[in-house]
């Protein structure tokens, strides 16, 4: 299925495959293509990339398809990777995480640093993060694969 180039978000680099590749979905997903290109939300004289999760209902395209500047999926890459070395080593702690110091790193970015941290505002989140654990094992292989990959192509562009 193609992905529409008609609309505000002008791509210029597609996967129009991904349903075939969307993890535990593929084969059976609605998101039908990836893109880069040019944003929706640029204004005159001004242009950023954006990267777009294209979902399809089998009836047209979905409102739903998500459009994120290329910072904020690198930021998504980085929280990804930095919650997964916490799971490594989680299994030390009763909880899965240390209740009194749940902040488990500081991220320096831009003179600042993200903050990736256990939400213990969530008050389901003793039964939650067994859930998440879970998950995280159950998708270590197609996450895994994932991680290589970035890893691969970060060493080939010198990182």
């Known amino acids: 299925m193609k992905i529409p180039t008609a609309l505000k978000h002008k791509p210029v680099i597609v ?6 590749v969307d993890g535990r979905y593929a084969y059976n997903s609605d998101a039908k293509g990836l893109s880069l290109g040019l944003a929706q939300w640029n204004d005159r004289g001004k242009v950023d990339i954006s990267a777009k999760v294209w979902r399809y209902t089998g009836e047209k395209w979905s409102r739903q398809s998500e459009e994120l500047p290329l910072h904020r999926v690198l930021d998504l890459a980085i929280l990804v990777c ?38 213990t505002d969530n008050e389901k989140i003793n039964e939650d993060i067994k859930l998440f654990n879970q998950a995280l094992s159950d998708d270590g292989e197609i996450i895994g694969e994932r991680l290589r990959t970035l890893s691969s192509i970060l060493k080939e562009m010198g990182y």
């Open 15 to 20: 996967s129009e495959n991904y349903e075939n």
């Open 82 to 119: 930095r919650t997964q070395l916490h799971f490594r080593e989680a299994y030390r702690y009763e909880k899965l995480y240390d209740p009194e110091h749940p902040v488990i790193d500081r991220v320096g970015l831009q003179g600042d640093a993200m903050t990736v941290e256990v939400c």
